[in-house]
């Protein structure tokens, strides 16, 4: 029994992302609920324009030492790019505080934490709503690199083309990245404007973050400001408060780490809070 508890957790902790995601094609799309024994839960939020399968294998890591987590999908996600068409970042605002209330009918504890978009929705709630214990912020933009140029490029595409394709230079990692091969590859750009104002709300008055903090950002990454983890870790008002600098990762690195002991980090800062 010891010996297949030992396997299992191994399992999730060393396994390859990418052989994971062959063997889980029928999960890319899907949100997940992963029951835990601790009465404590770790609500997880993906990325803008990918799906919950970004943060899947930390979930798993995470129930299997005993916390309850959730995976939501955001409006608009895990369909066709048509869906983000319209939508505002109001609508996933409302999503995570769903999946909040969701969450608390059955647990003792809140936790939230999220990558990329999901670190600035995170943000935004740990301002606004009452009851979150803790928080971890992965590759959570401050600000884009170059934001305003960005924004009025996309304003301006924006008046006479409807959808845009991704591109990618060499720098922003490899074609094989689990975020890149489940994220769409085209989208609406009038939806990058409601991604600028998300990121614009969720740095405004940090100093109302007042619950334990951790995040999290690689060294090289190429789409927020270097300085994106010190602005956000000077200007909240946290007292338990850590950040980490992952080297040699992509921007949303936590579907594909295999080093640096990422996991067992968030795993000890949640352990931590009481």
């Given at each position: 029994m010891v010996r297949r508890i030992i396997k299992k957790a191994k399992s999730v902790l060393f396994a390859d992302p990418k052989l994971l995601y062959n063997e889980e094609m029928h999960l890319l799309n899907k949100d997940f609920y992963f029951e835990g024994t601790n009465k404590k839960a770790v609500?997880?939020?993906h990325g803008w324009s990918t799906t919950p399968y970004e943060v899947r294998r930390l979930g798993q890591f995470l129930n299997e030492r005993g916390y309850s987590v959730y995976g939501p999908m955001f409006s608009g996600h895990g369909t066709v790019p048509e869906d983000l068409d319209g939508l505002e970042?109001?609508?996933w605002l409302t999503d995570a505080k769903k999946a909040i209330l969701k969450m608390r009918r059955d647990h003792d504890k809140i936790f939230i934490g999220g990558t990329s978009m999901g670190a600035n929705i995170t943000m935004c709630l740990a301002k606004e709503e009452e009851g979150i214990d803790g928080i971890i912020l992965m590759a959570a933009p401050y600000r884009i690199k170059f934001e305003e140029i960005g924004e009025m490029t996309a304003w301006i595409m924006s008046k006479f083309k409807k959808?845009?394709?991704?591109?990618y230079p060499p720098t922003f990692g490899i074609s094989t990245t689990i975020t890149r091969l489940i994220s769409y590859q085209r989208y609406p750009i009038k939806n990058v404007l409601e991604l600028g104002r998300l990121i614009k709300r969720s740095r405004k008055d940090l100093e109302k973050i007042y619950q334990p903090c951790l995040i999290l950002q690689s060294a090289?990454?190429?789409i927020v400001t270097k300085n994106s983890l010190e602005k956000i870790y000077g200007k909240i008002s946290s007292q338990h408060k850590r950040k980490k600098?992952?080297?040699?990762?992509?921007?949303?690195f936590i579907s594909d780490i295999k080093n640096e002991h990422v996991f067992e980090d968030i795993l000890d800062f949640l352990n931590s809070i009481k």
């Open positions: 609500i997880l939020f970042y109001i609508d959808y845009h394709k991704k591109f090289h990454d190429h600098y992952i080297q040699k990762a992509y921007h949303t």
